[in-house]
């Protein structure tokens, strides 16, 4: 159960390593946007789109790599006075809870993606981003990549669960 795992957190660490990247591309944008505006009083529209495009996979696929490495935010207060047991029975209805919502998000996205697609859908404005498209696919992707995680929660709970009573997760491991 472990090793599969790792393997579904190695495919949310290579989603987590795009949302980084996308990040510091957009960061990079909005200075040279800025720079570019208020030096030589120009502002391509094109960059700014792509700026607020890269907004997609960094907030759609950082949500799982953040869920991966405990970064969500949890009600603690309770969590941390609840037996090790108890906090892998939560986590594992968390877990299932998850692997629905991103399950059902992403099937729902699918036929929003195919038909900009198919429509060949482009930026209304003038001199836009072309493949509008690719920017709505992160949708299920981002979605999907959630599921997997709550997968990988989800076995991790489960092989908690399993252990014998007054093991800690560090022993179960």
Known sequence: MLKTADKLERIIEKLGWLARASLLAMVLLVAVDVLLRYFFSI??????????????PVALLGISYALKHRADVR???????FSPRCKAMVDLV???LTIG????????AWPYVTQSYAMG???PNPGGL????????FLPLGFAALALQGCADALRSLKELQAPRGTTR???A
């Open 43 to 56: 502002s391509p529209v094109p960059l700014q789109e792509l700026e607020w495009h890269l907004i997609s």
């Open 170 to 172: 560090e022993e179960a």
């Open 101 to 108: 919502v991103g399950s059902y998000i992403a099937w729902l």
């Open 75 to 81: 009600v603690d207060l309770f969590y941390e006075r």
């Open 130 to 137: 072309p493949y509008r498209f690719l920017l709505k696919a």
């Open 94 to 96: 968390s877990a299932l």
């Open 121 to 123: 859908e482009g930026s």
